[in-house]
Structure formats: structure tokens, C-alpha cells
């Protein structure tokens, strides 16, 4: 018959809970160096999060994300703007090189950055001959709503080559900078 903790020799039940007290002192502190341990970092890729992606025109190895609002105004721009200020649409070459003067580019950021954000919701809303650009350039704002317009603006600065970086200050809404 095999001896039990309770009845072996005190000599025997002594180390058996040194080894207890051992064994349950190194549990506590494997899990206290756990804790002191900060949780790895999680590198989240943008593009997996993005609501849309919109491929860089300039570097077909490059995609910007987009998120709601810009996918909205990347919507519109596929549906209104794409023929007068892309070089090609989904449905081949637009109409942008048949045009005098040539619109830019909604990915020009050299043209538009210099633009304000109001200043492109005015020619949007009021046409091209409102703030002394072409006339060809249609006003949209009986077609789209504020919100649709400010999509549109939120987009083009997304997808702008070199990238927007806001200003500092607001500007003028009808002047061009």
C-alpha cells in the first residue's frame, strides 16, 4: 500500500509542501511576469479596414483607402465627373483631352491643393462661368445635395497627387486660394 501525504513520515509531508509552495510560488511569478508584459502591438492594414480603395493613378502598385464619405464622393465622381477630369474611365478615354481648356485632373493635387475646400464646393454647386472658370464645367447643385458635394470634395482630396494637407486657416470661399 502506497503511503499518503497524511501518513507518510513528517519528514516526507515536509518536502512534499516545500514542493507544493514551490511549485505554486513559480506559477505566481510566471504569471506576474506575464502581466508586467505589455500586449503586443496590432499593425492594422488600412486597405483591410477601408470602406472602399481607389488604385493611385500614378502608381498602379499603390491603393488609397478610402472611408464612407470618401467612397461616397468616389461614387459620384465614377458617375458625374469622370468624363471631364479623368484621362480614362471605366468605360474607356474620357472627354478631358477633347476640351478647351482641359479640365484638371480630380487627382491633380499640384492644381487642386492649392484650392480651397469651399472654393471647389462654389464651382461645383454654381459651374465653371460662376467664378470665372470654363463655362463647359456644369453646376451640379440642383443635382447634388451639400452632403453629395462635400463627398465629392472629400474624395478628390483623398486621391489628390501630391496628398492635400489642410491648411492652417480657412480661406475665402471665392477666391482661389
Not at 497524511?6 to 514551490?22: C, D, M, Q, T, V
Not at 505589455?38 to 477601408?50: E, F, H, K, Y
Request: net charge neutral; with cysteine; aromatic share 6%.
Amino acid at each position: 500500500m502506497r503511503a499518503s501525504p497524511k501518513n507518510s513520515p513528517p519528514n516526507l509531508r515536509g518536502e512534499f509542501h516545500r514542493y507544493i509552495a514551490l511549485l505554486l510560488l513559480a506559477l505566481l511569478m510566471a504569471n506576474l511576469d506575464a502581466c508586467r508584459r505589455a500586449p503586443p502591438s496590432l499593425v492594422v492594414d488600412s486597405s483591410i479596414v477601408a470602406y472602399d480603395i481607389e488604385q493611385d493613378p500614378n502608381d498602379p502598385q499603390r491603393s488609397i483607402p478610402l472611408h464612407y464619405e470618401q467612397a461616397e464622393g468616389k461614387r459620384i465622381f465614377y458617375d458625374k465627373c469622370i468624363w471631364c477630369h479623368a484621362d480614362a474611365s471605366p468605360a474607356g478615354p474620357s472627354n478631358r483631352s477633347n476640351l478647351i481648356p482641359q479640365p484638371p485632373s480630380l487627382s491633380d493635387g499640384n492644381v487642386l491643393n492649392s484650392l480651397s475646400d469651399g472654393f471647389i464646393r462654389n464651382i461645383v454647386t454654381l459651374g465653371g462661368s460662376a467664378l470665372g472658370k470654363s463655362p463647359m464645367m456644369p453646376p451640379w447643385g440642383n443635382t447634388l445635395n451639400e452632403k453629395e458635394i462635400h463627398a465629392v470634395i472629400a474624395y478628390v482630396r483623398a486621391v489628390a497627387q501630391p496628398p492635400y494637407q489642410a491648411p492652417g486657416r480657412s480661406s475665402s470661399d471665392y477666391g482661389v486660394k
